[in-house]
């Protein structure tokens, strides 16, 4: 069974510092993992995804994310925070089995401060 | 293109009554997908729909029930809303041609039971 774990419901951050959003994940199969971004009264969008190849992926407004097997990882970081990334932010995994169903994590929210 | 469309945005019923969620997708998309999200708790799988005609149980299916009679919607059925199905909804769908594609996902739809 999949599962996936963001540590951190809350994160705060300064503008321009960096930022790091950690997930977790567990999947008996190589995973296909996502970062979806939700910004207020909004659907999810998509940041980011991993599916193979190169571990470390570039996703959209600056941000990246480094797939670490030995370590079950897949955090989000960004170099400087802006602003506009206060949001919350979902780690996914999927395994492409039975429709491939997606496992969303519990979610992180970021506040940034002037 | 719309994209993922959901009707109604927002919808208060009282414990008891029925109603029906409906997703509309342009993109030509085989698989659809309804979630809950709740705080804390991420987005749980309630239906999904692999394609026309087609439907299966996700993680939380209790007190719903779904039909996808054109492969462009995807419904979503209360029979007898209670408060516990207060919650906010989203519909997505996902192409099936390349399988470790994301998720399109709707705006959602904010649902109080009274």
């Known amino acids: 069974a999949q599962s996936v774990t963001q540590l951190g419901s809350h994160v705060s951050v300064s503008e321009g510092a960096l930022v790091l959003l950690r997930c977790n994940y567990s999947s008996s199969v190589p995973p296909y993992l996502f970062w979806y971004v939700q910004y207020p009264n909004q659907g999810l969008q998509l940041l980011l995804k991993?599916?193979?190849?190169?571990?470390l992926v570039k996703g959209i407004n600056g941000f990246e994310a480094e797939f670490k097997k030995s370590e079950t990882s897949f955090h989000l970081t960004k170099p400087s925070a802006h602003m506009s990334d206060a949001a919350e932010y979902f780690c996914a995994v999927s395994d492409g089995t039975g429709g491939f169903k997606t496992i969303f994590g519990a979610g992180t929210r970021l506040f940034v401060k002037a | 293109n719309a994209g993922v469309t959901q009707t109604p945005k927002f919808r208060v019923l009282k414990t008891g009554q029925s109603m029906t969620l409906l997703c509309a997708q342009d993109m030509n998309h085989e698989y659809m997908y309804w979630y809950r999200q709740d705080p804390g708790m991420g987005l749980r799988l309630i239906h999904y729909?692999?394609?026309?005609?087609?439907?299966a149980k996700g993680e939380v299916p209790d007190g719903y029930n779904v039909s996808r009679l054109k492969k462009q919607n995807f419904l979503l059925g209360l029979e007898s809303a209670a408060p516990s199905q207060t919650s906010v909804y989203f519909c997505?769908?996902?192409?099936?041609?390349?399988?470790?594609?994301?998720?399109?996902f709707g705006p959602g739809t904010r649902l109080t039971v009274l």
């Open positions: 991993y599916t193979t190849g190169a571990t």
């Open positions: 729909s692999v394609g026309e005609g087609t439907t």
């Open positions: 997505a769908s996902k192409p099936r041609e390349t399988f470790y594609n994301e998720q399109f």
